[in-house]
T-cell receptor
């Protein structure tokens, strides 16, 4: 158990809808990262937060947004969903804001857009 | 941008065989991380390397940080069925803020 909690585990929704994915980092970790993994693909970095502030942005679409709250949990909001957004979305956390520090991943939210 | 070339893309092995995989980069890295992902789960950190030439073991797994700092290797000895999964390398360099990820090596055990 990595200590990173993601909810929900599965999400099925229709095109055009909006969903929110939630992540609680490991106790003591200040950084939260969001990754997208499409079927049989690698990990695509979306965005990083450190202690409530956005630290780095990757290949995140404008339809997607995220935030990290004072209690350090994070939410990833996906809107105007398209079929191609179907994927596993992982949250990871690390102690420091330095991106070279090891990440600890949750078990992901599987999003299916129909 | 920077890329990591991870090979092989997939491996079919017999139980009990040793396994080797590697990641290479065109630029210098100062951290190498190896992860394993089981189906439907998140990647789990196996080994972290921080120094050129470093050799680190975790049970039957051994990883090395290449002397040139442009590559890393992961070896698994005497593979067992629970070794199946996807192995990812990830590296960090001073010139790129985020971790760079390899595309993964899928390990499959032949029946």
């Amino acid at each position: 158990d990595s200590g990173v909690t993601q909810t929900p585990k599965h999400l099925i929704t229709a095109t055009g809808q909006r969903v929110t994915l939630r992540c609680s980092p490991r106790s003591g970790d200040l950084s939260v990262y969001w990754y997208q993994q499409s079927l049989d693909q690698g990990l695509q970095f979306l965005i990083q937060y450190y202690n409530g502030e956005e630290r780095a942005k990757g290949n995140i679409l404008e339809r997607f947004s995220a935030q990290q709250f004072p209690d350090l949990h994070s939410e990833l909001n996906l809107s105007s969903l398209e079929l191609g957004d179907s994927a596993l979305y992982f949250c990871a956390s690390s102690v420091a804001g330095i991106s070279g520090s090891p990440l600890h991943f949750g078990n992901g939210t599987r999003l299916t857009v129909t | 941008g920077q890329q990591l070339n991870q090979s092989p893309q997939s491996m079919f092995i017999q139980e009990g065989e040793d396994v080797s995989m590697n990641c290479t980069s065109s630029s210098i890295f100062n951290t190498w991380l190896w992860y394993k992902q089981d189906p439907g789960e998140g990647p789990v950190l196996l080994i972290a390397l921080y120094k050129a030439g470093e050799l680190t073991s975790n049970g039957r797994l051994t990883a090395q940080f290449g002397i040139t700092r442009k590559d890393s290797f992961l070896n698994i000895s005497a593979s067992i069925p629970s070794d199946v999964g996807i192995y990812f390398c990830a590296g960090h360099s001073d010139s790129n803020y985020q971790l760079i990820w390899g595309a993964g090596t899928k390990l499959i055990i032949k029946p």
